[in-house]
């Protein structure tokens, strides 16, 4: 509560709430848009969230050198605006009859460059902004509004959907990124200045970063478990409206009411994170939810219309709710461990692990969808995301209560 009543928290918060919401509302209308108004198919709509998240491979590690030099500010405030204007040109071109599947994707692959950004930038932000036990607190307090926009989000693009065309929630979405640009604009607190050695080439800088994260073990065993979740995640992810719509039958607002169950878990995790990291420790609690998530997914495989959609609204809820428990405990872990100064690079170098499997699993999804069915290719994707579960019970966080001390000297053991 001390820090809702910092008021730069606040501007900071609310805005990125509010695009959350808008995001969340383009998770549903962007795939029923392409498969009701263009008549896409599975591999198609794979390949909206595949470009969305190719840029982290394509300027991933040279977007964290970059931002590691600059104020972050700036660089959020740039993509909020640039965002803004790309999904709102999406209405703009469907109202005149002269929107493609190629128009979108490459909305999605240009909004995707600005998340890079973005989300580098807000990582190192954070710290900047706040001292290294505060981190749980701002990270729990995110991930619950966005976790709770993920449940208006969803259920309010279906409702957009079924009334007045899915073009209509991108209006939404556009206009989210508009307030949150407005709520950063609004900050008056300066970010605290980060030591950082002589500048050094680009290339050199990015060689730095990814040396630090060779040499750390912990970092690399969630690397590695990031990669493949998110590989599996995304690969049904991808198609999840489809098998909703084509496989299981239910209708345009259904989707949405559905995919709004992963969103009550996720606020639930968000405001127990603080007290399971006190109550067990940060490293057991991390290992539990990690291994928990991927084997909740493993109800998603049986859902079927009737009663049997009870299967997806539990498996998408348990998935959200260990998933965003254990991205509070791990992202409040790396912006505490890793030195200011190398933070947008070693995230940069993680990220281009973690999220370069994004498009290899959405294609992944869709070709299996295509040759084998939506309800195999769900079911192979959630198995593969279960067994991730074994790379963190096994690795180097085995046997720990608390998380190791970083660059900060202080462990992830209490929360303010």
Known sequence: ????????????????TVSKLGSAVATVVTPLLAV?????????????????????LLIGLPAGAWVDRVAKRPVMLACDAISALLVASVPLTAWLGRLTVAHLLIVALLTGVAA???????????????????????????????????????????????????????????????????????????????????R???????????????????????????AVSNLALNGYGAIIVVFLVREVGVGTGTVGLLLSASGLGGVAAASAV?????????ARALR?????????????????????????????????????????????????YVPAELLGRVLTAMQFVNFG?????????????????NRVAVAVMTVTYASAGLIILLGPFRGLRDLPAGSSGKALLTVQ
Do not use: C
Not at 311 to 330: D, E, K, W
Not at 357 to 373: E, H, N, S
């Open 1 to 16: 509560m001390s820090l809702l009543a910092d008021h730069d928290f606040g501007k900071l918060w609310g805005g990125l």
């Open 36 to 56: 009701q108004v263009l008549d896409a198919d599975a591999l198609t709509v794979s390949l909206l969230t595949a470009a969305a998240w190719l840029p982290w």
């Open 116 to 198: 890079v950004f973005f989300e580098i930038a807000y990582t190192g932000y954070l710290p900047a902004m706040f001292e290294p036990d505060r981190l749980i607190q701002a990270n729990a307090l995110a991930n619950g509004s966005a976790s709770a926009a993920q449940i208006a989000g969803p259920a309010l693009g279906g409702a957009l959907a079924a009334a007045a065309g899915a073009v209509t929630g991108l209006i939404i979405d556009a206009a989210s990124f508009a307030v949150s640009f407005l709520g950063l604009l609004a900050i008056r607190r300066p970010e605290q200045p980060v030591a950082r050695p002589e």
């Open 200 to 226: 050094q080439s680009i290339a050199r800088e990015i060689r730095a970063g990814l040396r630090w994260l060779g040499r750390d073990r912990y970092l690399r065993n969630l690397m590695t478990h990031g």
């Open 274 to 282: 603080p007290f399971l990291v006190r109550r067990f420790g940060a």
């Open 288 to 336: 539990t939810v990690k291994a928990a998530a991927g084997f909740s997914s493993l109800l998603i495989p049986f859902t079927t219309a009737g009663a049997g959609l009870a299967a997806f609204a539990a498996g998408t809820a348990l998935v959200a709710a260990f998933v965003v428990a254990g991205n509070v405990i791990a992202g409040s872990f790396r912006q505490s």
């Open 357 to 373: 499997t994004i498009p290899v699993g959405a294609v992944l999804g869709g070709v299996l969808a295509t040759a084998y069915g």
